[in-house]
Protein backbone atom coordinates (compact mmCIF):
# COMPACT_ATOMS: atom_id res chain seq x y z
CA UNK A 1 0.00 0.00 0.00
CA UNK A 2 3.02 2.26 0.51
CA UNK A 3 3.23 2.57 -2.91
CA UNK A 4 -0.04 3.74 -3.86
CA UNK A 5 -0.82 7.15 -3.28
CA UNK A 6 -4.29 8.91 -2.91
CA UNK A 7 -4.90 9.43 -6.50
CA UNK A 8 -3.47 5.63 -7.30
CA UNK A 9 -6.34 4.69 -5.15
CA UNK A 10 -8.64 6.97 -5.93
CA UNK A 11 -8.29 6.23 -9.72
CA UNK A 12 -8.80 1.87 -8.45
CA UNK A 13 -11.64 2.50 -6.89
CA UNK A 14 -13.69 3.77 -9.71
CA UNK A 15 -12.22 1.56 -12.11
CA UNK A 16 -13.31 -1.24 -9.57
CA UNK A 17 -16.76 -0.07 -9.82
CA UNK A 18 -16.91 0.45 -13.55
CA UNK A 19 -14.19 -1.02 -15.38
CA UNK A 20 -15.76 1.07 -18.78
CA UNK A 21 -15.32 4.03 -17.38
CA UNK A 22 -13.17 6.54 -19.70
CA UNK A 23 -9.73 7.75 -18.40
CA UNK A 24 -11.93 11.44 -18.97
CA UNK A 25 -14.61 10.06 -16.93
CA UNK A 26 -12.19 8.59 -14.46
CA UNK A 27 -10.29 12.34 -14.14
CA UNK A 28 -13.63 13.50 -13.77
CA UNK A 29 -13.98 12.04 -10.61
CA UNK A 30 -10.61 12.22 -8.79
CA UNK A 31 -9.58 15.69 -10.63
CA UNK A 32 -7.21 14.85 -12.93
CA UNK A 33 -6.66 15.08 -16.65
CA UNK A 34 -7.47 11.86 -19.12
CA UNK A 35 -3.91 11.91 -19.92
CA UNK A 36 -3.21 11.95 -16.72
CA UNK A 37 -5.54 8.93 -15.66
CA UNK A 38 -4.00 7.29 -18.65
CA UNK A 39 -0.39 7.68 -17.67
CA UNK A 40 -1.79 6.36 -13.67
CA UNK A 41 -3.14 3.53 -15.56
CA UNK A 42 -0.36 2.48 -17.39
CA UNK A 43 1.44 2.93 -14.19
CA UNK A 44 -0.68 0.54 -12.28
CA UNK A 45 -0.95 -1.78 -15.22
CA UNK A 46 3.32 -2.18 -15.51
CA UNK A 47 3.89 -2.99 -11.71
CA UNK A 48 0.95 -5.47 -11.92
CA UNK A 49 -1.40 -3.62 -9.08
CA UNK A 50 -4.07 -3.94 -12.25
CA UNK A 51 -4.08 -7.39 -13.46
CA UNK A 52 -7.36 -6.85 -16.17
CA UNK A 53 -10.64 -5.33 -16.26
CA UNK A 54 -13.88 -7.24 -16.20
CA UNK A 55 -17.30 -7.11 -15.45
CA UNK A 56 -19.30 -7.90 -12.52
CA UNK A 57 -22.28 -10.27 -13.13
CA UNK A 58 -25.44 -10.66 -11.23
CA UNK A 59 -25.21 -14.74 -10.58
CA UNK A 60 -29.13 -14.33 -10.06
CA UNK A 61 -29.65 -13.10 -13.44
CA UNK A 62 -27.47 -16.33 -14.69
CA UNK A 63 -29.91 -18.73 -12.89
CA UNK A 64 -27.24 -19.01 -9.94
CA UNK A 65 -29.79 -18.76 -7.31
CA UNK A 66 -27.82 -20.92 -4.44
CA UNK A 67 -24.93 -19.67 -3.38
CA UNK A 68 -22.72 -21.66 -0.46
CA UNK A 69 -19.20 -21.65 1.39
CA UNK A 70 -18.26 -25.32 1.55
CA UNK A 71 -15.27 -26.27 4.18
CA UNK A 72 -13.07 -29.32 2.39
CA UNK A 73 -11.37 -31.51 5.46
CA UNK A 74 -8.09 -33.04 3.88
CA UNK A 75 -6.85 -36.65 4.17
CA UNK A 76 -3.19 -36.38 5.43
CA UNK A 77 -1.03 -34.47 3.64
CA UNK A 78 -2.42 -32.27 0.65
CA UNK A 79 -0.25 -29.82 -1.33
CA UNK A 80 -2.43 -26.61 -2.15
CA UNK A 81 -1.21 -27.59 -5.89
CA UNK A 82 -3.22 -30.73 -5.46
CA UNK A 83 -6.60 -28.56 -3.68
CA UNK A 84 -6.10 -26.02 -7.18
CA UNK A 85 -6.01 -28.73 -9.57
CA UNK A 86 -8.93 -30.40 -7.93
CA UNK A 87 -11.36 -27.64 -7.57
CA UNK A 88 -10.42 -25.31 -11.09
CA UNK A 89 -12.13 -28.12 -12.24
CA UNK A 90 -15.76 -27.09 -11.03
CA UNK A 91 -17.37 -24.33 -13.18
CA UNK A 92 -19.74 -23.93 -9.77
CA UNK A 93 -16.42 -23.47 -7.87
CA UNK A 94 -15.92 -19.34 -7.81
CA UNK A 95 -13.52 -18.93 -5.24
CA UNK A 96 -10.91 -21.60 -3.05
CA UNK A 97 -8.74 -20.48 -0.27
CA UNK A 98 -6.50 -22.56 1.51
CA UNK A 99 -7.06 -21.61 5.25
CA UNK A 100 -5.50 -22.24 8.82
CA UNK A 101 -7.27 -24.02 11.49
CA UNK A 102 -9.32 -27.60 10.72
CA UNK A 103 -10.33 -27.13 7.89
CA UNK A 104 -8.31 -27.25 4.70
CA UNK A 105 -9.58 -26.13 1.92
CA UNK A 106 -12.94 -23.33 1.85
CA UNK A 107 -14.55 -22.90 -1.74
CA UNK A 108 -17.24 -20.60 -2.56
CA UNK A 109 -19.99 -22.19 -5.02
CA UNK A 110 -22.49 -20.87 -6.84
CA UNK A 111 -25.65 -23.85 -8.18
CA UNK A 112 -28.58 -23.47 -9.99
CA UNK A 113 -30.72 -24.78 -7.43
CA UNK A 114 -30.56 -26.74 -3.69
CA UNK A 115 -30.00 -30.02 -5.75
CA UNK A 116 -27.49 -28.89 -8.00
CA UNK A 117 -25.57 -27.80 -4.91
CA UNK A 118 -26.12 -31.04 -3.40
CA UNK A 119 -24.49 -32.29 -6.83
CA UNK A 120 -21.40 -30.54 -6.32
CA UNK A 121 -20.85 -31.10 -2.96
CA UNK A 122 -20.94 -34.77 -3.92
CA UNK A 123 -18.45 -34.60 -6.44
CA UNK A 124 -16.15 -32.59 -3.99
CA UNK A 125 -16.18 -35.11 -1.28
CA UNK A 126 -15.97 -37.65 -3.72
CA UNK A 127 -12.66 -36.17 -4.76
CA UNK A 128 -9.44 -38.59 -3.09
CA UNK A 129 -8.30 -36.38 -1.04
CA UNK A 130 -11.17 -35.48 0.55
CA UNK A 131 -12.39 -36.91 4.34
CA UNK A 132 -14.90 -34.90 4.87
CA UNK A 133 -17.22 -31.69 3.92
CA UNK A 134 -19.25 -29.07 5.99
CA UNK A 135 -21.60 -26.83 3.83
CA UNK A 136 -22.93 -23.34 4.70
CA UNK A 137 -25.98 -21.78 2.65
CA UNK A 138 -25.72 -18.15 1.87
CA UNK A 139 -29.16 -16.53 2.89
CA UNK A 140 -28.68 -12.97 2.00
CA UNK A 141 -25.06 -11.35 0.39
CA UNK A 142 -24.91 -8.67 2.51
CA UNK A 143 -21.83 -6.98 1.72
CA UNK A 144 -19.86 -7.35 -1.53
CA UNK A 145 -17.04 -4.86 -2.28
CA UNK A 146 -14.94 -4.79 -5.29
CA UNK A 147 -11.17 -6.21 -4.58
CA UNK A 148 -9.98 -1.91 -3.94
CA UNK A 149 -9.35 -0.26 -0.59
CA UNK A 150 -12.07 1.90 0.86
CA UNK A 151 -10.90 5.59 1.49
CA UNK A 152 -11.94 6.84 4.92
Known amino acids: ?6 LDLAILR ?7 ATFAQVGD ?3 LSAPAV ?13 RGFT ?6 ALGWHTEAFVEIYCQGSTSPAT ?3 AVEQYPEVVAASTVTGDVDLVVQVRARDMRHLEQVVERLAAEPFVSRTRS ?7 VRRP ?6
Open 29 to 31: QVS
Open 136 to 142: TVVLSAL
Open 55 to 60: VRLDPT
Open 1 to 6: MAHLDD
Open 38 to 50: KRRVDRLRERGVI
Open 83 to 85: MRG
Open 147 to 152: DVPQGP
Open 14 to 20: VLANDAR
